[in-house]
């Protein structure tokens, strides 16, 4: 399982944004994580889409969680920037060549689409168990508890502040 660059800085960024007391513009993440603001940018328009987090207009406006850290899953996330479609997708290979099994002899699924479809399915039910909470929680444990509160002040300065954290 691949997943791309944009659920890393999603996943980030739904930590970070427990410890914001006020909408965070985008770029201002993206300064955080020194990523690229434009690509950022999309992740949280695609968090958005999904209902996961808010887009608030205005001279104060940002992104904000819509929903309680713990509400908000790691599969969530996942489906949120790189879509739902399964890890793996059988062709019937088997009812091709010169051994083709016929269609009509094709009543359960082979046993690699099975398996394959076992092994995401166990992929899935384990990041559905893990919130953006339990992330909060490791951080905290990691790093402190004063970690996510001097990301949230730095968050909410003026744009290219710089903290001491």
């Given at each position: ?36 603001p434009s690509y950022l940018a999309k ?73 394959m479809g076992a092994a995401d399915g166990a992929w899935r039910a384990s990041l ?38």
């Amino acid at each position: 399982m691949k997943l791309s660059g944009g659920v890393e800085w999603a996943l980030h960024c739904c930590v970070v944004l427990t410890a914001a007391d006020e909408p965070v513009p985008a770029a201002r993440l993206a300064e955080l994580h020194d990523v690229s603001p434009s690509y950022l940018a999309k992740q949280m328009q695609a968090l958005a889409r999904a209902g996961l987090v808010r887009s608030v207009q205005g001279k104060t406006g940002g992104y904000e969680l819509v929903k309680s850290a713990h509400g908000i899953t790691l599969l969530d996330v996942v489906q949120a920037v790189d879509g739902t479609s399964p890890a793996f997708v059988c062709t019937e290979i088997r009812q091709r060549g010169p051994y083709a099994t016929p269609p009509e002899q094709c009543t359960k699924q082979c046993p690699i689409a099975r398996a394959m479809g076992a092994a995401d399915g166990a992929w899935r039910a384990s990041l559905a168990a893990v919130t953006v909470a339990d992330l909060v929680t490791s951080v905290e444990g990691d790093s402190g508890p004063e970690a996510l509160p001097t990301i949230g002040a730095w968050l909410t300065e003026g744009p290219g502040a710089r903290g001491s954290g």
